[in-house]
């Protein structure tokens, strides 16, 4: 079983060189810190900047230099800052190339609910919408199952939508999983996870063909 | 050359009353016009509209309106920092309208560039898309959304001129360029104001001729809501 590191570092692999990428909040965050130092990649995070680098040393911090969870940042060499229209320019127009988010659940046909529990938590939206809607290549990064063990990966979300019909791939604690017309397509196991595990935590419709890889 | 120039932000705040609506730039807390914020706690303008990012934070940025009941209703995409905000809406003291980010960047940019409306992927199949039309192109959903309307539009930039040219710095430009020009009158407070010609026009993020009142600020915090560092190595 995968903990958030190793989730984020399985996303890492995905990430190709010459991507753009939007990381979203949580998880997504810690892909950064895995990807290939070979390849050339660009982070673009949505409040207005490409080529986004890491925290600042300590004593170096810049009120005006923060990614879109509100984190101190730097920038790397050939970064630019841009306004809000032209960042989410280049989200609708999908110029971003792969977009990494978490969710709260994600249903067998790829709709996606993370913005809003009602009556408990609204917190908004921020940009997702915008995201999942406009991306080509979108990765869920999440748990399996909730804090109370119920599966995220659902038949129909119960919960407010972000987007419809959107999700790709998803990566848990658990398994690696692309959502297909038949509904979740299973693709690797995590170490030491069996296939029993997986078909217990997941509520949707589970396709599972031939030999299930354990993840590299 | 036309001036813009008023000298406090008293002036620069002239006109604006009970019941408007105002376009806030900012953020998070990074690129928020703070001397104006200030202001308006001061003035003690009610029912008020605020369109902006984000709502502050429970006792900085628009946080100060909130806990002084200063506005009627917040329009934003996420508003997660702030458990005095989470308060009123729950209560039902605030009207809350929570908008896709890039939606809410677009409304701004269409009132400042003259586009009644647009067509977005965003928010299609969900609740944001309720009431609204939709429309296929190419096989794709889309939802109309609308230009924002607002009585002032109230930004934060690094330096500007006595024209009203703007610069930003770093991602404190965020939303402010887009909320240039896309009210009846914007009120620019920069942390340095020179005199028309100081600024090389190859460098002006935003021509001045988006901006009425220009005003230098003064005594910046520049809070950091979330301080992040490694270590020195």
């Not at chain 2, 009627?72 to 809406?89: P, T, W």
């Not at chain 2, 009203?164 to 939303?175: P, V």
């Amino acid at each position: 079983m995968l903990d958030k590191f190793g989730i984020a570092k399985r996303i890492a692999k995905e990430v190709k060189n010459g991507y753009y990428v939007n990381l979203g909040i949580g998880i997504p965050t810690l892909v950064a810190n895995f990807v290939r130092t070979d390849i050339e990649v660009e982070f673009q995070s949505e409040n207005g900047i490409l080529g986004m680098g890491p925290f600042p040393f300590e004593g170096e911090e810049d009120a005006d230099l923060i990614n879109a969870g509100k984190q101190t940042i730097t920038a790397l060499p050939g970064a630019s800052y841009f306004d809000s229209a032209t960042s989410f320019s280049m989200i609708r127009g999908q110029h971003v190339d792969l977009t990494i988010l978490g969710a709260m659940e994600v249903s067998e046909d790829g709709d996606i609910a993370n913005w809003k529990i009602p009556g408990r938590m609204v917190k908004g939206m921020g940009g997702a919408m915008d995201l999942v809607a406009s991306a080509d290549n979108i990765i869920v990064a999440m748990m399996h199952t909730n804090k109370a063990g119920a599966s995220k990966l659902l038949k129909h979300c119960s919960l407010p939508l972000t987007g419809v019909r959107c999700v790709k791939k998803i990566v848990t604690n658990l398994a690696v999983l692309d959502v297909t017309k038949d509904g979740f397509k299973l693709l690797e196991r995590a170490p030491n996870v069996s296939i029993e595990q997986i078909k217990a935590a997941t509520d949707g419709r589970l396709v599972i063909e031939g030999e299930i890889p354990e993840m590299i | 050359m036309i001036t813009k120039t008023v000298n406090s932000i008293q002036e620069a705040l002239e006109g604006v009353s009970d019941g408007m609506t105002l376009l806030l730039g900012g953020f998070g807390l990074c690129g928020i016009p703070e001397n104006a914020i200030s202001e308006l706690v001061r003035l003690g303008v009610k029912d008020l509209t605020c369109i902006s990012n984000n709502a502050g934070v429970d006792d900085f940025g628009l946080g100060l309106l909130l806990q002084n009941r200063q506005i009627k209703k917040m329009v934003a995409s996420y508003v997660g920092e702030n458990d005095e905000f989470e308060r009123q809406m729950l209560s039902g003291e605030l009207e809350v309208e929570l908008i896709p980010q890039g939606t809410l960047a677009e409304r701004c940019r269409a009132a400042q560039a003259g586009f009644p409306a647009f067509y977005t992927p965003a928010g299609f199949g969900t609740e944001v898309a309720e009431g609204k039309e939709t429309r296929a192109f190419d096989g794709k959903m889309y939802v109309l959304e609308q230009a924002v309307k607002a009585d002032f539009s109230i930004v934060k930039a690094w330096k500007g001129d006595t024209s009203g040219n703007l610069i930003f710095k770093g991602t404190a430009r965020n939303f402010n360029p887009n909320m240039c020009g896309a009210a009846n009158i914007t009120i620019a407070e920069v942390e340095e104001l020179v005199p028309a010609g100081e600024l090389d026009p190859n460098q002006i993020h935003i021509p001045g001729i988006f901006v009425q009142r220009i005003v230098q600020g003064s005594n910046y915090e520049k809070r950091i809501e979330q301080r992040t560092t490694r270590p020195q190595p």
